[in-house]
């Protein structure tokens, strides 16, 4: 029976050399973290073999059975701490405590020396975290409740902040509370599609350091960003996400799903990695039409009979990447099951042959791009009113409430 000490620390090895394996783990600092802190403590209730998994857990939900809260997947929690890149004695400030886990992580990563401080917008999660923190001897973290896009101004500056909730803009305390010299990681929303982004300060603005595919729970709070999600479909519940607001007919919309039309190919074949890390991507930032199509529970098994091309990380949800009109769309295929498979467009209403015709276009360009994906991408994030002449030009930028963000490549 799992429970003694040393098959506890077992597992903890395991999953560390599980995370070393695949490239998430890459320092030493972080492995220890990884082998010391003890996870299932800060999940109680869920047995210690599934703790240590590489997988995120749930802890709260909202009174629809919403998830709002979890304890990350450890793969993504290592990139970003390697991202974050703490030293001992370093004070941290993370936004969105959770579980208390990453913390706990943060804590061993800035020693005896250093101080963590983590803000979290319930209550119950803080004094549940707080509880567990204490538990495992960590004085060295301070758990507040607040609001996280403001930060906790009053132990700043922090060498470090890092956000562990997905946020749709770089909040102006957040980049205000950070030292001159320290590291902000946030995974951000870049119209639709997240990457957590390390950012340092060059003059005024923010470049990157790295940029790592993630995808997180939103931020809850009073600059919480829109969640452009429309229900469409009651029986199977069918939602729309899109990638900004979008006049649609909802009736017209669930109608279409039950109008295929024929596939149109696309001639590119392309791993589903590379659909997730650069094609969703492209067409977030290329077309102004982008939506995703998605259902839940029992009705994920028939997936809307969409040929839908990607699972998310929860068994039961499908989700597939579409154009959308009014009363109609255009799902992104795949038109076999072989590897690489090849990519295409299923038209959807009376409309959707135009739809799919553009979707099927979008792939034909990306593919001719040389597919840019996640490496080698470099984001600048500029203060909202800078002068457009100090900002570097490129066909790829977001607008955001507090900043331009500038997407290139490296060539």
Same mark, same amino acid.
């Not at 240590?52 to 304890?71: C, Q």
């Not at 939506?291 to 949800?317: E, I």
């Given at each position: 029976?799992? #429970? ?16 070393? &394996?695949? #490239? /998430? ?7 220890? =973290? ?5 996870? /299932? ?7 210690? $073999? ?11 939900? *909202? ?18 701490? &390697?991202?974050?890149? +703490?030293?001992? #004695?370093?004070? +941290? ?5 959770g579980s208390g886990y990453n913390a706990a992580l943060l804590a061993h990563l800035v020693g005896e020396t250093g101080a963590v401080v983590s803000v979290d917008i319930d209550v119950d999660l803080v004094e549940d975290a707080c509880a567990r923190l204490t538990e495992c001897g960590l004085s060295t973290v301070t758990v507040g409740c607040g609001d996280g896009s403001l930060g906790w101004a009053e132990c700043a500056p922090y060498d470090r902040v890092i956000a562990t909730v997905g946020a749709s803009d770089i909040f102006p305390a957040w980049v205000a509370q950070l030292a001159s010299d320290g590291r902000l990681v946030v995974p951000l929303d870049l119209r639709g599609p997240q990457r957590s982004i390390a950012w340092q300060r060059v003059g005024d603005h923010l470049e990157s350091v790295?940029?790592?595919? @993630? ?19 009651? $029986? ?9 607001? /979008? ?26 990695? $590379?659909?997730?890390? #650069? ?31 990607? =699972?998310?990380?929860?068994? +039961? ?35 959707? /042959? ?14 001719? @791009? ?8 470099? +984001? ?18 977001? *607008? ?12």
């Open positions: 029976m799992i #429970g003694m000490p040393e098959d506890l620390q077992q597992l903890r090895n395991q999953l560390v050399d599980g995370l070393r &394996e695949s #490239g /998430h783990v890459t320092s030493e600092r972080v492995a220890s =973290a990884f082998r010391t802190v003890p996870r /299932h403590s800060f999940v109680p209730g869920v047995e210690p $073999e599934r703790a240590y998994r590489d997988e995120a857990l749930v802890i709260k939900s *909202d009174a629809n059975g919403v998830p709002i809260s979890s304890s990350s997947q450890p793969a993504i929690m290592a990139r970003m701490l &390697e991202q974050l890149d +703490v030293r001992p #004695g370093h004070r +941290v400030l993370e936004v969105g405590t790295s940029v790592v595919r @993630c995808g997180f729970m939103r931020l809850r709070g009073a600059l919480a960003g829109p969640e452009p999600i429309r229900q469409i479909s009651l $029986e199977p519940p069918v939602f729309i996400g899109m990638a900004e607001p /979008h006049d649609m007919d909802g009736d017209a919309l669930s109608a279409a799903l039950a109008q295929p039309g024929a596939e149109i190919p696309s001639g590119v074949r392309a791993s589903i990695d $590379e659909v997730l890390d #650069g094609l969703s991507l492209w067409l977030a930032l290329r077309e102004p039409a982008m939506a995703w199509v998605s259902t839940m529970g029992a009705a994920a098994d028939r997936a809307l009979n969409l040929g839908m091309y990607y =699972a998310v990380r929860k068994p +039961v949800s499908l989700g597939a990447a579409a154009l959308i009109g009014t009363d109609s769309l255009a799902a992104l295929v795949r038109l076999n099951d072989q590897h690489p498979v090849e990519l295409g467009a299923l038209p959807l209403g009376p409309d959707g /042959h135009r739809l799919a015709q553009r979707l099927v276009d979008h792939i034909n360009d990306w593919n001719s @791009c040389a597919r840019p994906g996640t490496a080698g991408l470099r +984001v600048s994030a500029y203060p909202y009113g800078t002068d457009p002449a100090a900002i570097a030009e490129s066909r790829n930028t977001i *607008d955001k409430r507090y900043n331009r963000l500038v997407l290139t490549w490296a060539a």
